[in-house]
C-alpha cells in the first residue's frame, strides 16, 4: 500500500506509512494565479491500494476539494483501491437541519469523498460518531482523545480531568478511570435571549491539585478558558488544557493561557504548532488496519 499525503498532512500519514511498513509520498500541489489548485502525485499508481491523507483544519473549502482531487488522480490512475484518512473534517459540525432551508454540510462533504472514488474512509475524531453513515462506503471513527490525555497527564503530573461541560462528561470519566484519577465536570446554560453563558454547575475544591481540561476539540477557546479559569478558582495549583483537535484560532492561545492554562496540549491532526503536540500516528495506523481488511 502507498500511503500519500495531499497538502496537509501534519506527520500522521508518515508515521501510519511506517506502522504499517508502507512507502510513504506526498502530492506536488501548486495555486494558479486565479486562485485554482493543481495536484500531481509522481507515482506509480496502477494497481496499487492508495491511502490519502488529508487535514481540513484550515482553508477547508479548498482542503476538501484538494482530498476529493487527489482521490479522482488516483481512481484515474488505474489504483486498486483508494482509501481516506481524514485528520480533522471540516463541516462535521452540521450533521443535521437545524432550521429550514440549511443544508446538511456533513452529508455533502462524506458523500462528495465517496463519490470521487474513496470506497474506505477513516476520520480522528469526528463531531459525532453518527455522521460517519452519511459517507456510503465503509467509514470509521478514531478516537485519540485518551491518548492525547495520558500523554498529557504524563507530562504534566496532573491529577483530575475537567470535562468543560456535562455533554462530554461521561467520555471524561471513561478516560479519568482508565487513568486511575479524578475527574469533574462544568455544566452551563445558554440564555436563548442573548447567547450568554452561565454556569449552573461549577468545580468542587481541588486545592492544591493539578487539573488537566480535556475537550474533543478547540476552536476560540472560549470553553477551554473558562474551565480553566474556574479550576484556578477552586484552588487548583496547576491548570492545562488538552484536545484531540487543536484548533486554536482568533486568538484562542492567548484567552486559554491568560485564564490561567500554563500548558496546552494537542493531536497532530491539525497545522496547530503553538501547543505541545501528541503523535497519534500509531493510534492512527492500528486502526486503518482494521479498517482496510478484507
Known amino acids: 500500500m502507498i500511503v500519500a499525503g495531499v497538502t496537509a498532512d501534519y506527520g500522521i500519514g508518515e508515521g501510519v506509512a511506517g506502522r504499517l511498513r508502507s512507502e510513504y509520498c506526498r502530492f506536488s500541489s501548486k495555486v494558479f494565479p486565479d486562485g485554482e489548485s493543481y495536484l500531481r502525485l509522481d507515482k506509480e499508481m496502477k494497481g496499487e491500494d492508495i491511502l490519502l491523507v488529508q487535514s481540513m483544519d484550515s482553508e477547508q473549502d479548498k482542503r476538501l476539494f484538494e482530498m476529493l482531487m487527489a ?19 471540516a463541516y462535521a459540525r452540521q450533521d443535521r437541519s437545524f432550521r429550514p432551508g440549511e443544508p446538511i454540510s456533513a452529508k455533502v462533504a462524506l458523500r462528495a469523498l465517496h463519490d470521487a472514488g474513496i470506497s474506505r474512509l477513516a ?10 453513515s452519511y459517507f456510503r462506503g465503509r467509514a470509521m471513527p478514531i478516537e485519540v482523545l485518551g491518548s492525547v490525555a495520558r500523554e498529557a497527564v504524563k507530562r504534566t503530573g496532573a491529577e483530575k480531568l475537567i470535562a468543560p461541560d456535562y455533554g462530554s462528561s461521561e467520555r471524561v470519566k471513561k478516560i479519568a478511570d482508565s487513568l486511575g484519577i479524578g475527574w469533574d465536570y462544568i455544566e452551563k446554560k445558554r440564555s436563548r435571549e442573548d447567547g450568554s453563558i452561565s454556569m449552573e454547575k461549577g468545580l468542587e475544591r481541588m486545592d492544591g491539585m493539578k487539573a488537566l481540561v480535556l475537550d474533543d476539540m478547540i476552536s476560540t477557546g472560549g470553553t477551554a478558558a473558562q474551565a480553566a479559569s474556574e479550576a484556578i478558582s477552586k484552588g487548583a495549583a496547576g491548570a492545562y488544557v488538552a484536545a484531540a483537535h487543536a484548533l486554536l484560532v482568533g486568538g484562542a492561545y492567548e484567552k486559554i493561557r491568560s485564564a490561567g492554562a500554563s500548558r496546552i496540549f494537542g493531536s497532530n491532526s491539525t497545522g496547530s504548532r503553538s501547543c505541545e503536540i501528541v503523535d497519534v500516528s500509531h493510534e492512527a495506523a492500528d486502526a486503518l488496519s482494521e479498517l482496510i481488511r478484507d
Open 71 to 89: 482521490a479522482d488522480a488516483a481512481v484515474s490512475a488505474g489504483a486498486s483501491n483508494v482509501y481516506g484518512l481524514v485528520t480533522y473534517m
Open 123 to 132: 476520520v480522528i475524531e469526528p463531531h459525532k460518531n453518527e455522521e460517519l
